[in-house]
C-alpha cells in the first residue's frame, strides 16, 4: 500500500508540522488562504487552518498519484466491482449520473440501476397527488434510517406533503411513539431493508403489521410499500408495492435510491430530483478537479494524515445550521462503518490506525459542552465547522451571530490567547494551533445538500484506496447478529449452559421473578 511504502518520508513530515508549525504564524500570510481554499460545487471549503504545510502537502499528492486511486476512482465511477470480498460495484454515484443525465424521463426508467428510483419517484408523485396519505411511517436501520432522517430535517423548508416519522430502533418505543395519533386508513409504512432479513427491520415491520390490524385496517398491502434488491422475498411475504434497489447501492448510500421515497413523499419529485443534481455535480467536481483542488481528495488524503501519521483518534464535526444536526450521526456510519477497519483488500492486517471516531454536536450547542475540551483539553482533534452565508429564516441577527460563533471558534482553535493581566494564568490560557477545516455553503438547499452528501462518499473512498481498504463491505456488523440470534433462542429456552460467566449471570438476572 502506497501509505506504509512511504510511512517514513510522511511520518516526518507529520511530526515535523506538528512540532514546529505554527498556524498563527502561517497564516499571517493572506496567499496560505488562496492556495488553501478549495472551490466545490455550492460551496468553499477551507483548509488553511491544518496542521500541514506545501512539503507536507505535495508529499501527500504525491502519494494519491501513486496508491491507483484515479484508476480506482474511474472504476467506481463506471460501475465496474471496487467492493471485491462481495464482488460488487458501488453505485451510488452511478446511479445519480444516469439519472440526471437522463433528465429523469423513460430513458432512466429503463436502466436497471435507475428502474427502482425512477418508480419510486413516480410512486411518490402519485401519493402526493391523491391526498389520501397524511403520515409516513418508514421503517429501516442504518443508512436506511440514518439518511431519511438527516434529509428529512435538512430539507424541513421545502416539506409539504405527508409527515413522516422515521423508526430504526428495535427499542419498542421508537415505533410505540411513532404510531401515536395515527389512523391506518390515512398512514403508509415504508419499509426497507436490501437484504430483507434485517432483524431490527423486520421486527418493527411485524409489530407495524400487528398495529395496523388491531386498529381495524383493512387491506394491509395497500399501506405498505416494501424496498429491498430481494423483491421476491418481500412479494412472498404478501407486499405488493415492492420497489427494487441495486445489491451493489449498500445501506450507508442508500437514501439516493428507492430508500428515499419517505423523502419524495414530504418534499416532492421536483426537490428530490435537485438533491440527485447536486450530488452529480460533486461527483462530476471529484471526477474532474486536478487532485490540487479537488475537495474530497484533500478531504480523504488529511484523514489519512491525521488518523495514520499523527495518530489522532478522532474527528468533531460541528454543523452550525439546525437542518444538519443529525450531520455527525450520519457521518458515523458513513466513515466507521466504511473504514473503521484494521484489514487490507487482500485480506493481510493495516500496519496504521484507519479511520478514527467521528462525533459532535450542532453549534452553538456545542460550545456549552465539549468546546472546553476542543480549546483546553490535554488532547486534541482536528475539527470541521460547516457554515451557511445564506439562512432560510427570517431572522438576520440571528444568523449573524451564529455565523460570528462559528468563525470565532475556529479563529480560537488556530490563534489561542495567554491570559491577560488581572486574568488567571493557566486557567485563561489557551495553547492554540489546533486545527479545523471550514466548510462554507452558499446556502442549505436540496442541491448543496446533495453535493454536500456526495463529498463526504467520496472522500471516505479516498481514504479507504490509501488505506488500501474496501470501504463498501462491513463484516464487522456480522458476528452480533450471530451471537444475538443464538441468544434468542436460549431466552426462549432459559437454557444458559456453555455462556461466559458474564452473559449467563445478566440473562439469569433478566429472567428473575420480580
Same mark, same amino acid.
Given at each position: 500500500?502506497?501509505?506504509?511504502?512511504?510511512?517514513?518520508?510522511?511520518?516526518?513530515?507529520?511530526? @515535523?508540522?506538528?512540532?514546529?508549525?505554527?498556524?498563527?504564524?502561517?497564516?499571517?500570510?493572506?496567499?496560505? %488562504?488562496? =492556495?488553501?481554499?478549495?472551490?466545490?460545487?455550492?460551496?468553499?471549503?477551507?483548509?488553511?487552518?491544518?496542521?500541514?504545510?506545501?512539503?507536507?502537502?505535495?508529499?501527500?499528492?504525491?502519494?494519491?498519484? /501513486?496508491?491507483?486511486?484515479?484508476?480506482?476512482?474511474?472504476?467506481?465511477?463506471?460501475?465496474?466491482?471496487?467492493?471485491?470480498?462481495?464482488?460488487?460495484? @458501488?453505485?451510488?454515484?452511478?446511479?445519480? *449520473? /444516469?439519472?440526471?443525465?437522463?433528465?429523469?424521463?423513460?430513458?432512466?426508467?429503463?436502466?436497471?440501476?435507475?428502474?427502482?428510483?425512477?418508480?419510486?419517484?413516480?410512486?411518490?408523485?402519485?401519493?402526493?397527488?391523491?391526498?389520501?396519505?397524511?403520515?409516513?411511517?418508514?421503517?429501516?436501520?442504518?443508512?436506511?434510517?440514518?439518511?431519511?432522517?438527516?434529509?428529512?430535517?435538512?430539507?424541513?423548508?421545502?416539506?409539504?406533503?405527508?409527515?413522516?416519522?422515521?423508526?430504526?430502533?428495535?427499542?419498542?418505543?421508537?415505533?410505540?411513539?411513532?404510531?401515536?395519533?395515527? *389512523?391506518?386508513?390515512?398512514?403508509?409504512?415504508?419499509?426497507?431493508?436490501?437484504?430483507?432479513?434485517?432483524?431490527?427491520?423486520?421486527? !418493527?415491520?411485524?409489530? @407495524?403489521?400487528?398495529?395496523?390490524?388491531?386498529?381495524?385496517?383493512? !387491506?394491509?398491502?395497500?399501506?405498505?410499500?416494501?424496498?429491498?434488491?430481494?423483491?421476491?422475498?418481500?412479494?412472498?411475504?404478501?407486499?405488493? *408495492?415492492?420497489?427494487?434497489?441495486?445489491?451493489?447501492?449498500?445501506?450507508?448510500?442508500?437514501?439516493?435510491?428507492?430508500?428515499?421515497?419517505?423523502?419524495? +413523499?414530504?418534499?416532492?419529485?421536483?426537490?428530490?430530483?435537485?438533491?440527485?443534481?447536486?450530488?452529480?455535480?460533486?461527483? @462530476?467536481? %471529484?471526477?474532474?478537479?486536478?487532485?490540487? /483542488?479537488?475537495?474530497?481528495?484533500?478531504?480523504?488524503?488529511?484523514?489519512?494524515?491525521?488518523?495514520?501519521?499523527?495518530?489522532?483518534?478522532?474527528? #468533531?464535526?460541528?454543523?452550525?445550521?439546525?437542518?444538519?444536526?443529525?450531520?455527525?450521526?450520519?457521518?458515523?456510519?458513513?466513515?466507521?462503518?466504511?473504514?473503521?477497519?484494521?484489514?487490507?483488500?487482500?485480506?493481510?492486517?493495516?500496519?496504521?490506525?484507519?479511520?478514527?471516531?467521528?462525533?459532535?454536536?450542532?453549534?452553538?450547542?456545542?460550545?456549552?459542552?465539549?468546546?472546553?475540551?476542543?480549546?483546553?483539553?490535554?488532547?486534541?482533534?482536528?475539527?470541521?465547522?460547516?457554515?451557511? =452565508?445564506?439562512?432560510?429564516?427570517?431572522?438576520?441577527?440571528?444568523?449573524? #451571530?451564529?455565523?460570528?460563533?462559528?468563525?470565532?471558534?475556529?479563529?480560537?482553535?488556530?490563534?489561542?490567547?495567554?491570559?491577560?493581566?488581572?486574568?488567571?494564568?493557566?486557567?485563561?490560557? %489557551?495553547?492554540?494551533?489546533?486545527?479545523?477545516? %471550514?466548510?462554507?455553503?452558499?446556502?442549505?438547499?436540496?442541491?448543496?445538500?446533495?453535493?454536500?452528501?456526495?463529498?463526504?462518499?467520496? =472522500?471516505?473512498?479516498?481514504?479507504?484506496?490509501?488505506?488500501?481498504?474496501?470501504?463498501?463491505?462491513?463484516?464487522?456488523?456480522?458476528?452480533?447478529?450471530?451471537?444475538?440470534?443464538?441468544? =434468542?433462542?436460549?431466552?426462549?429456552?432459559? !437454557?444458559?449452559?456453555? +455462556?461466559?460467566?458474564?452473559?449467563?449471570?445478566?440473562?439469569?438476572?433478566?429472567?428473575?421473578?420480580?
Amino acid at each position: 500500500m502506497a501509505t506504509e511504502a512511504n510511512c517514513p518520508l510522511l511520518q516526518t513530515q507529520a511530526q @515535523a508540522c506538528q512540532s514546529s508549525l505554527q498556524l498563527r504564524d502561517v497564516l499571517q500570510d493572506p496567499a496560505r %488562504f488562496e =492556495r488553501m481554499a478549495l472551490d466545490a460545487p455550492h460551496m468553499l471549503v477551507d483548509f488553511s487552518k491544518n496542521l500541514v504545510d506545501d512539503t507536507a502537502l505535495s508529499g501527500l499528492l504525491g502519494l494519491v498519484e /501513486r496508491s491507483g486511486f484515479a484508476a480506482r476512482r474511474q472504476e467506481m465511477l463506471a460501475g465496474e466491482v471496487v467492493n471485491h470480498t462481495e464482488q460488487r460495484p @458501488a453505485l451510488h454515484a452511478v446511479l445519480r *449520473q /444516469r439519472y440526471v443525465d437522463k433528465a429523469g424521463g423513460d430513458a432512466a426508467g429503463q436502466d436497471a440501476v435507475c428502474a427502482g428510483l425512477h418508480q419510486m419517484l413516480a410512486l411518490a408523485q402519485q401519493l402526493r397527488a391523491s391526498g389520501q396519505i397524511q403520515h409516513v411511517v418508514h421503517i429501516g436501520i442504518g443508512g436506511s434510517g440514518l439518511g431519511p432522517k438527516l434529509l428529512l430535517q435538512a430539507l424541513q423548508p421545502w416539506c409539504d406533503g405527508p409527515q413522516v416519522r422515521v423508526v430504526s430502533n428495535m427499542d419498542g418505543h421508537d415505533l410505540h411513539q411513532a404510531l401515536q395519533g395515527l *389512523q391506518p386508513a390515512t398512514t403508509l409504512f415504508v419499509v426497507a431493508s436490501k437484504s430483507w432479513s434485517t432483524a431490527e427491520t423486520q421486527r !418493527n415491520l411485524h409489530s @407495524a403489521q400487528q398495529w395496523f390490524a388491531q386498529q381495524g385496517g383493512c !387491506n394491509w398491502p395497500a399501506h405498505f410499500v416494501a424496498i429491498t434488491a430481494r423483491t421476491q422475498a418481500a412479494y412472498a411475504a404478501g407486499f405488493t *408495492q415492492v420497489l427494487h434497489m441495486p445489491e451493489g447501492i449498500g445501506g450507508r448510500f442508500s437514501v439516493w435510491s428507492a430508500v428515499g421515497l419517505p423523502v419524495a +413523499l414530504a418534499v416532492g419529485r421536483e426537490v428530490f430530483e435537485a438533491l440527485l443534481q447536486g450530488g452529480a455535480a460533486m461527483d @462530476a467536481h %471529484f471526477e474532474q478537479a486536478p487532485l490540487q /483542488r479537488n475537495v474530497p481528495v484533500w478531504l480523504g488524503m488529511l484523514d489519512v494524515w491525521y488518523s495514520s501519521l499523527m495518530q489522532v483518534p478522532a474527528r #468533531c464535526v460541528a454543523p452550525y445550521h439546525h437542518g444538519l444536526r443529525r450531520l455527525p450521526a450520519y457521518l458515523q456510519q458513513l466513515e466507521m462503518e466504511s473504514n473503521g477497519k484494521c484489514v487490507r483488500e487482500d485480506g493481510s492486517p493495516v500496519h496504521m490506525p484507519t479511520t478514527g471516531m467521528v462525533w459532535g454536536e450542532p453549534g452553538s450547542n456545542g460550545q456549552h459542552a465539549f468546546f472546553q475540551w476542543l480549546h483546553q483539553g490535554s488532547q486534541w482533534v482536528p475539527v470541521e465547522f460547516l457554515a451557511v =452565508r445564506q439562512p432560510a429564516h427570517p431572522f438576520e441577527e440571528h444568523h449573524e #451571530c451564529l455565523l460570528a460563533n462559528a468563525l470565532a471558534q475556529a479563529q480560537a482553535l488556530m490563534q489561542g490567547a495567554q491570559a491577560q493581566p488581572g486574568q488567571l494564568p493557566g486557567h485563561q490560557d %489557551f495553547p492554540g494551533n489546533r486545527p479545523s477545516t %471550514f466548510i462554507l455553503l452558499d446556502a442549505l438547499t436540496p442541491q448543496s445538500l446533495g453535493a454536500l452528501l456526495a463529498m463526504y462518499e467520496h =472522500r471516505v473512498f479516498v481514504a479507504g484506496v490509501l488505506w488500501g481498504i474496501n470501504s463498501f463491505d462491513q463484516w464487522g456488523v456480522e458476528l452480533g447478529k450471530t451471537l444475538a440470534t443464538d441468544l =434468542r433462542q436460549r431466552m426462549k429456552d432459559q !437454557n444458559w449452559a456453555g +455462556l461466559d460467566a458474564s452473559t449467563a449471570g445478566l440473562l439469569s438476572h433478566c429472567y428473575q421473578s420480580a
